[in-house]
């Protein structure tokens, strides 16, 4: 599948956004403290495959620095209204800006389709290239 425009907005409407994904590509469940808890799934786009259309003013920021690292992984993006978190910023593995957008803000994604490229990763231990060990109900 190729990229798609999807709309994508918090649970309020008041932020509003438009990214192009390819949801065929891998999207991310992580197991760290922060993922697990808020149920995050991600869908990664390069700034120029998004175009945030309305909220920057209604949105607030949170950032976690993990134990032994020198600065927050992402910034997470929610709506001060309804709370619902949209998006995040951040750098990918080679340094390049970067959006993770939260699959669930998406609207008219295809469900079949998001089930074939969800990838879990251990966010836990840091190693965002493999799972999650067996033994651990991490997700």
């Known amino acids: 599948m190729a990229l798609k425009t999807y709309t994508g907005s918090c649970h309020c409407g008041a932020v509003k956004y438009q990214a192009d994904v390819d949801l065929s590509k891998v999207t991310l469940r992580c197991n760290c403290s922060l993922c697990k808890k808020a149920r995050a799934w991600f869908a990664f786009v390069t700034p ?5 259309e309305q909220g920057e003013d ?3 920021e949170y950032q976690w ?3 032994g690292k020198p600065r927050p992984n992402l910034h997470y ?3 001060k209204t309804c709370g619902v978190r949209a998006f995040a910023t ?3 593995p080679k340094g390049g800006q970067m959006y993770a957008i939260a699959v669930a803000t998406l609207e008219g994604a295809d469900p079949d389709e998001l089930a074939k490229s969800v990838k879990y990763v251990d966010g836990r ?3 965002f290239n493999q799972g999650p060990p067996e033994d651990s109900a991490s997700l």
Not at 48 to 52: C, T
Request: glycine share 4%; charged share 30%; proline share 5%.
């Open 65 to 67: 620095t993990p134990v």
């Open 58 to 60: 209604a949105m607030a």
């Open 48 to 52: 120029d495959h998004f175009r945030l």
């Open 90 to 92: 951040g750098q990918d």
């Open 77 to 79: 993006r929610f709506c």
């Open 125 to 127: 231990h840091d190693k």
